[in-house]
Nanobody, 123 residues
Framework: QVQLVESGGGLVQTGGSLRLSCAAS????????MAWFRQAPGKEREFVAG????????YNADSVKGRFTISRDNAKNTVYLQMNTLKPEDTAVYFC????????????????WGQGTQVTVSS
């Protein structure tokens, strides 16, 4: 198994930027597809972005395309979510997720989850 710990959340103003980090423990981090999800109050959890093991392929949800970028540093066992041009509707708890393999769609089938980090965007 892999353990995931998110960090970097906080309070930012509309139009600002924030960079989330997810530190993973365990062997062969590069074998895991990684992703970010978020859940706003009263709403269902939604997919944000995902990246394959090498970081050479990624996919973003329509709601964040052009604003968010997922990346990873396998030497540091860490995946990042760079969030730019933040909007109040981006306010949510952001979760890091992982799964073995790279044969499924980025938005589904994650088996390991972090505890989440709060992102609040003020107007």
């Amino acid at each position: 198994q892999v353990q995931l710990v998110e960090s970097g959340g906080g309070l930012v103003q509309t139009g600002g930027s924030l960079r989330l980090s997810c530190a993973a423990s365990g062997r062969t981090f590069s074998s895991y597809t990684m992703a970010w999800f978020r859940q706003a109050p009263g709403k269902e959890r939604e997919f944000v972005a995902g990246a394959n093991g090498s970081g050479g392929s990624s996919y973003n949800a329509d709601s964040v395309k052009g604003r968010f970028t997922i990346s990873r540093d396998n030497a540091k066992n860490t995946v990042y979510l760079q969030m730019n041009t933040l909007k109040p509707e981006d306010t949510a708890v952001y979760f890091c997720a992982a799964r073995l393999g790279s044969t499924y769609q980025y938005s589904t089938r994650y088996e390991y989850w972090g505890q989440g980090t709060q992102v609040t965007v003020s107007s």
